[in-house]
């Protein structure tokens, strides 16, 4: 989180509280130069921490990207375990930086496939940042929708059978309290990049009123810039969550 852009923007009004990125496209970025697609996640990986460091500026508070799906592992197994490589080298590489400039570092998903160093570089990266507030980072990774009700509902469930939980009072509030997200607010916009226009399990029951954004952008390109005007549109939207107009 070094060299850090000279030029600090206005934050702008009406900026979402919480923008969510599927960062799809890297593949073809590679593949675009003739190069290996893992060309392409560590490019993409760049673009995480120029992101990442334009949140202040823009005047994003929680930022949740989509790194590796329960759906990812169907992937050739160099390009997986090429990805779990590059999720040590950011951390092990950003730490520092992270601590430094007030980044709070979690990370949603089941880890339990993931292999150990990783998970335990993962609670140090989650502990060391814990008392940071400048910005919220949220690192989805063997991360799936489907996947985390499915593990809420199991734990509910258990709880139930253990005499923890009155089963008569579960409501929405109940479930949103068992998933991996329970602390961070709903997202506000949630942004697909590479043209694709589909959710991809991700955020299911949090994105119920998100607005989305689905650019063309391949991930690898998607600068400062290119985020700044994405939320600059989000800015200008009505929502209103199933209602009216005042
Ligand atoms: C989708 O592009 C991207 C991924 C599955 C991996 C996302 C990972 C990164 C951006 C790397 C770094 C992340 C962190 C947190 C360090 P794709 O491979 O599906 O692209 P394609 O659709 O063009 O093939």
Same mark, same amino acid.
């Given at each position: 989180?070094?060299?850090?852009?000279?030029?600090?923007?206005?934050?702008?009004?009406?900026?979402?509280?919480?923008?969510?990125?599927?960062?799809?496209? $890297?593949?073809?970025?590679?593949?675009?130069?003739?190069?290996?697609?893992?060309?392409?996640?560590?490019?993409?990986?760049?673009?995480?921490?120029?992101?990442?460091?334009?949140?202040?500026?823009?005047?994003?508070?929680?930022?949740?990207?989509?790194? =590796?799906?329960?759906? $990812?592992?169907?992937?050739?197994?160099?390009?997986?375990?090429?990805?779990?490589?590059?999720?040590?080298?950011?951390?092990?590489?950003?730490?520092?930086?992270?601590?430094?400039?007030?980044?709070?570092?979690?990370?949603?998903?089941?880890?339990?496939?993931?292999?150990?160093?990783?998970?335990?570089?993962?609670?140090?990266?989650?502990?060391?940042?814990?008392? $940071?507030?400048?910005?919220?980072?949220?690192?989805?990774?063997?991360?799936?929708?489907?996947?985390?009700?499915?593990?809420?509902?199991?734990?509910?469930?258990?709880?139930?059978?253990?005499?923890?939980?009155?089963?008569?009072?579960?409501?929405?509030?109940?479930?949103?309290?068992?998933?991996?997200?329970?602390?961070?607010?709903?997202?506000?916009?949630?942004?697909?990049?590479?043209?694709?226009?589909?959710?991809?399990?991700?955020?299911?029951?949090?994105?119920?009123?998100?607005?989305?954004?689905?650019?063309?952008?391949?991930?690898?390109? =998607?600068?400062?810039?290119?985020?700044?005007?994405?939320?600059?549109?989000?800015? &200008?939207?009505?929502?209103?969550?199933? &209602?009216?107009?005042?």
């Amino acid at each position: 989180m070094s060299d850090r852009h000279p030029t600090v923007e206005a934050p702008i009004p009406n900026c979402p509280k919480h923008v969510a990125i599927i960062m799809d496209g $890297n593949g073809r970025w590679a593949q675009a130069q003739g190069k290996p697609r893992l060309f392409g996640h560590h490019a993409g990986a760049k673009r995480v921490k120029e992101i990442v460091r334009a949140c202040p500026d823009v005047g994003v508070k929680y930022l949740t990207i989509f790194a =590796f799906s329960t759906e $990812n592992w169907k992937r050739t197994q160099s390009e997986v375990s090429g990805l779990m490589s590059l999720f040590r080298r950011y951390i092990s590489a950003e730490m520092k930086g992270l601590v430094k400039e007030g980044v709070r570092v979690r990370f949603i998903g089941d880890r339990v496939r993931l292999d150990g160093k990783l998970q335990a570089m993962m609670d140090d990266l989650e502990r060391r940042t814990e008392h $940071n507030e400048k910005v919220h980072l949220t690192i989805a990774i063997n991360y799936g929708g489907r996947d985390e009700v499915a593990r809420a509902v199991k734990e509910m469930a258990c709880d139930v059978a253990s005499g923890k939980l009155d089963p008569t009072s579960v409501d929405e509030t109940t479930l949103t309290g068992y998933l991996d997200t329970r602390v961070l607010p709903d997202p506000d916009l949630v942004i697909r990049t590479s043209g694709e226009a589909r959710i991809s399990n991700f955020l299911l029951w949090q994105s119920a009123y998100s607005e989305y954004e689905f650019i063309d952008t391949l991930w690898p390109d =998607f600068t400062s810039d290119v985020f700044r005007s994405c939320v600059s549109r989000f800015a &200008g939207r009505e929502r209103r969550f199933g &209602g009216v107009k005042a």
